[in-house]
């Protein structure tokens, strides 16, 4: 059994363009526009969960589709282009949509056809990202190195010290996960608390930066807990 911090809990978002999303017990569902929620949590080692990831990718040709993150792209404008890192960049949409407005991307995923979709993702649309293919839960972001950090539909809470210091001063966080609330909605059966964001958790964690947005909200078939801040 993985330590908790190495178990991880993922949301598979049907944003428009995406083809298809997965309920939690892995089964397809087709042509589905709203958010459903998949927990990809097998909690026992790193080659299941990996394997379980790749199994989903292969599922569907674009499982996230190539729409970058909408808190992405209402905050890119304040965001000073550099270095960029991309937590669980999946097939790299937030990933190619910062190397397309300039910063120099670096994307960590563990899903090796996520990464080989998010490099092709970067070629059709002629820019560069550096990918590493890595278990989150032995990847140390470097200290100091990055002017924004994005983690969007990935909550492993032993990242959240590293994504403070992993920023440079000015540098910008755009974090987004589904929160406990989700428990209540009908894609929520089935999800296990811990790996979900308690209410107003994220932005305690982030008490010490300067916070430009914070949403937590339930719509009734999302519940989600969005956040753009800068680190002072
Ligand atoms: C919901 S998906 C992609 C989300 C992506 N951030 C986006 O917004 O499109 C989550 C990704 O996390 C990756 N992942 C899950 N657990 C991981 C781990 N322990 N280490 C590295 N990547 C992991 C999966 O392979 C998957 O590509």
């Given at each position: 059994m993985r330590v908790m911090g190495s178990i991880f809990l993922l949301f598979c978002v049907t944003v428009s363009g995406c083809r298809g999303c997965f309920e939690p017990q892995g089964?397809?569902?087709?042509?589905?526009?709203?958010?459903?929620?998949?927990?990809?949590?097998?909690?026992?080692?790193e080659e299941s969960d990996r394997n379980r990831?790749?199994?989903?990718?292969?599922?569907?040709?674009?499982?996230?589709?190539?729409?970058?993150a909408p808190i992405l792209v209402q905050f890119i404008d304040i965001i000073p282009v550099g270095r960029a890192l991309d937590?669980?960049?999946?097939?790299?949409?937030?990933?190619?949509?910062?190397?397309k407005k300039g910063f120099l991307v670096e994307g960590v995923d563990f899903s090796?056809?996520?990464?080989?979709?998010?490099?092709?993702?970067?070629?059709?649309?002629?820019?560069?990202i550096e990918t590493t293919g890595i278990d989150l839960n032995k990847y140390a972001i470097r200290s100091g190195a990055f002017d924004?950090?994005?983690?969007?539909?990935?909550l492993q809470r032993s990242l959240i010290p590293q994504i403070k210091k992993g920023l440079k001063t000015g540098g910008v966080v755009v974090f987004e996960n589904a929160t406990t609330e989700q428990l209540k909605n009908p894609g929520g059966q089935g999800l296990v608390p811990e790996f979900l964001l308690k209410?107003?958790?994220l932005k305690e964690a982030f008490r010490d930066f300067q916070i430009l947005f914070y949403d937590e909200t339930n719509n009734g078939i999302e519940a989600k807990?969005?956040?753009v801040a800068v680190k002072p």
């Open positions: 089964n397809r569902v087709s042509s589905k526009k709203n958010l459903s929620v998949f927990q990809a949590l097998t909690g026992e080692d990831w790749d199994e989903l990718y292969n599922q569907s040709p674009a499982m996230t589709g190539h729409d970058p937590i669980a960049m999946g097939e790299g949409r937030n990933a190619v949509f910062l190397a090796e056809v996520a990464i080989l979709r998010a490099q092709k993702w970067a070629r059709e649309n002629r820019v560069h924004v950090i994005v983690n969007i539909d990935y209410p107003g958790e807990a969005k956040l």
